[in-house]
Every structure is written in structure tokens, then in C-alpha cells.
């Protein structure tokens, strides 16, 4: 977001909901770029990444090797450590990076 004119902003229910469900913190407002000349009035200038990271440990490449079920991959590499890419998303909603809404379109819109 844009780093001068940002403000704190009520979201709608959805997006306040997406939020509490992953971070477990009741929020209603969030910070949002308000727009200016460098983001095209946006809010948004340059991109960050979300980012989740499957660390081929061990116990994970047995897994694989066996032909565990991607769930039971996705369990073991959460309980070494991973960060899920909506966790990591909303991670930066909570710095204030981001916004709910652009998480929620970013993670569901891949394709």
C-alpha cells in the first residue's frame, strides 16, 4: 500500500470474518491505501508476495516416498513449521501490508 495517505477503514463481514478465523483476533477496521499520484489512486504500489514454503525434511520425503495422501503431507509439513499461504496472507494484513480483500482474491483466484 501506499505509505503517505493510508487509512484505517471498516471492512465488510466477510472479509472481517476471513480475517478472525485465521489470525483468532476479533478486527473490524484495517489500514488501507487511500490513493495518490505514484499508485494511480489504487492504494496498492509495487507487489508483495505471499509465500508458503514445503521444507523437504526427513519425515516428508518418507511420506512421499510411501505415497502419502497430499493432506497427510500438508499436516506434517504444518507441524514442522510451514506457514500456509492464507496464513502468510494474513500475516500481512495484520502489518498492515495488505488488505483482507486482497488476500482472499489473490489466494482464491489462481489459475
Not at 73 to 87: C, D, N, R, Y
Amino acid at each position: 500500500m501506499s505509505e503517505n495517505s493510508d487509512q484505517t477503514e471498516k471492512v465488510p463481514p466477510d472479509e472481517q470474518q476471513a480475517y478472525e478465523e485465521e489470525m483468532k483476533e476479533k478486527r473490524s477496521e484495517f489500514l488501507m491505501g487511500a490513493g495518490c499520484n505514484f499508485c494511480a489512486n489504487t492504494g496498492y504500489l509495487g507487489r508483495t508476495g505471499i509465500f508458503e514454503v514445503l521444507v523437504m525434511s526427513e519425515a516428508i520425503r518418507r511420506m512421499v516416498l510411501t505415497g502419502a495422501s497430499g493432506d497427510d503431507i500438508k499436516a506434517q509439513s504444518v507441524k514442522e513449521g510451514t506457514i500456509l499461504l492464507w496464513h502468510d496472507g494474513m500475516l500481512k494484513v495484520k502489518e498492515g501490508i495488505t488488505t483482507p480483500y486482497e488476500v482472499i482474491r489473490n489466494v482464491f483466484s489462481i489459475g
